[in-house]
Structure formats: structure tokens, C-alpha cells
């Protein structure tokens, strides 16, 4: 497609639920990046894809969320057994080499309840 | 992690006056982004920079990419109330790096 593309754009989840994050990234971009933006703060950085690896998972909160990239395009981010604290914007972004520039999706918005 | 300072945290101009921030770092970069995110958007690029002093416009916006390549800043003039928004810089180095951002607001 023309830009990242993610779904779903809003999501509202009881606690403890599961929940999936999908991220189409621009075709043809290799690298493929999560952040987390809390209301009214900066974005934090999650995990990033060289292709269908995770050479850096270190942003991921805890062992609830977990995220794979399959075919070298589409991501998912997963959370378990949601908490409360996990409600934010998740942000996808990707780019044509990992230090090139970068270009975010819309975002999906998670409240959990 | 790497750490990029920005500031000021947020700026509140009137119409039409000039806006300045800044990004600074301990580390070098190769390559100074600047970003703008409007409420309940993703951010968009504004202003890619890839050489040490260089100096780029779009429109009214102008960055300039320091010489000791670990700090940047974002010029905006002649401000308008589409300008309102949160202003990120960005260094890659394996995965990208983000300042805290600029939140600014211009009264008409």
C-alpha cells in the first residue's frame, strides 16, 4: 500500500484479555519498528524487525507481549492477559533500511477496561 | 538507552511570531529527523537531515543538522494555527531514537 497501515485503529478490551495489533508496513521496507505512546508523553520504543528477525526486543514491557513478522511484511504485536497500564497508542513505522528514514502508521488505540 | 534532549517541553506563541527547538545528544548521529504529530495521528516526517551542517528548508520550516553531529534544531516561521501539534527529532543507530518531543501551541 502507499503508507503503514494498521488495524485495529481502536480497541477496547476487558483486562486480561488478549489482544492482536497488526501492522502493514510500506512495500517494499525492510525494517519494521513497535512503539508505545502513553496520552500526552513521547514514544517508547517496543522491538524492531530486520526482515522477519527481532535483532532488538529490548522495549517489549514484560514477557506478555511478544511480536512476530512473517514473509518480511505484515507484523503482529501481541499482549496477554492485558493490564490496565498497558492502554495506549501502539505505533507502527517502517522503513527502507534501518537507518534510513521512517514512516508511521496511524496507530491502534488499546484501552483496556 | 541513548537519550535525546529536546526543548523546550512546550511553547506557546502567538500567530505569526517565529518558533525555534532544539535536539541534543551525547551520542553522534549520521542522520537528524524531525517529526510533527497532530492529535490522535501517527507522526510525519518533516525534515530528513544526512550531513553535518547542512541546512534544509521545507516551506517554513527550516533544520540545520550540527556540525559536531549531536544536536539539531527545528526553525518555524511565521507561525500559523496549523502549526499546533508535538514536534519530535529522531537519530537512527540500529533502531531510532526519539526526543521527548516539543508540544506547541499558537494562539490566533
Known amino acids: 500500500g502507499a503508507g503503514v497501515s494498521q488495524s485495529p485503529s481502536n480497541k477496547v478490551t476487558e483486562k486480561g484479555k488478549d489482544v492482536e495489533l497488526r501492522c502493514d508496513p510500506i512495500s517494499g521496507h525492510t525494517a519494521l519498528y513497535w512503539y508505545r505512546q502513553s496520552l500526552g508523553q513521547g514514544l517508547e520504543f517496543l522491538i524492531y524487525f530486520q526482515g522477519n528477525s527481532a535483532p532488538d526486543k529490548s522495549g517489549l514491557p514484560s514477557d506478555r507481549f511478544s511480536a512476530e513478522r512473517t514473509g518480511g511484511s505484515v507484523s503482529t504485536l501481541t499482549i496477554q492477559r492485558t493490564q490496565q497500564e498497558d492502554s495506549a497508542v501502539y505505533l507502527c513505522?517502517?522503513?527502507?533500511?534501518?537507518?534510513?528514514?521512517?514512516?508511521f502508521g496511524e496507530g491502534s488505540r488499546l484501552t483496556v477496561l | 538507552g541513548q537519550q535525546l534532549n529536546q526543548s523546550p517541553q512546550s511553547m506557546f506563541i502567538q500567530e505569526g511570531e517565529d518558533v525555534s527547538m532544539n535536539c541534543t545528544s551525547s551520542?553522534?548521529?549520521?542522520?537528524w529527523l524531525w517529526y510533527k504529530q497532530d492529535p490522535g495521528e501517527g507522526p510525519v516526517l518533516l525534515i530528513a537531515?544526512?550531513?553535518?551542517?547542512e541546512l534544509t528548508s521545507n516551506g517554513r520550516l527550516t533544520a540545520q543538522f550540527g556540525i559536531t553531529r549531536k544536536d539539531s534544531f527545528l526553525n518555524i516561521s511565521a507561525s500559523i494555527p496549523s502549526d499546533v501539534g508535538i514536534y519530535f527529532c529522531a537519530g537512527p543507530r540500529n533502531q531510532f531514537y526519539f526526543g521527548t518531543g516539543t508540544s506547541l501551541t499558537v494562539i490566533p
Open positions: 513505522a517502517s522503513s527502507r533500511v534501518n537507518a534510513g528514514e521512517l514512516f
Open positions: 537531515l544526512y550531513k553535518a551542517g
Open positions: 551520542s553522534i548521529f549520521n542522520t
